[in-house]
């Protein structure tokens, strides 16, 4: 299975932006899926969680920005960013496991200016 993560870009502090992810396969649906992402200089970090069922979860720092969301229909996860910050400059990605290993998408780059 491939993800493909798109929807950055350049936005400005208080600004917002969508991400997407896309499954080669229809996995959204069953999977567990995440976010993630890696600031310049630093380590990948987790970013939301969403269970097959829907149940999502977030570390400290997006709480009440971020929301992780999935069309099952379309097999698509979203991630919509609010309240943007400079810190939240990274680029993000979409990863699940599929048949017991890590598969990650490319990534996509969200520069946010102060």
């Known amino acids: 299975v491939q993800l493909q993560a798109s929807g950055g870009g350049l936005v400005q502090t208080g600004g917002s932006l969508r991400l997407s992810c896309g499954a080669s396969?229809?996995?959204?649906?069953?999977?567990?899926m995440g976010w993630y992402r890696q600031a310049p200089g630093k380590e990948r970090e987790w970013v939301a969680r969403i269970t097959g069922g829907g149940s999502t979860s977030y570390t400290d720092f997006v709480k009440g920005r971020f929301t992780i969301s999935k069309d099952n229909a379309k097999n698509t996860l979203y991630l919509q960013m609010n309240s943007l910050k400079p810190e939240d400059t990274a680029v993000y990605y979409c990863?699940?496991?599929?048949?017991?290993?890590?598969?990650w998408g490319p990534g996509t780059l969200v520069t946010v200016s102060s």
């Open positions: 396969r229809r996995i959204i649906s069953s999977n567990v």
């Open positions: 990863k699940t496991m599929y048949w017991g290993r890590d598969v």
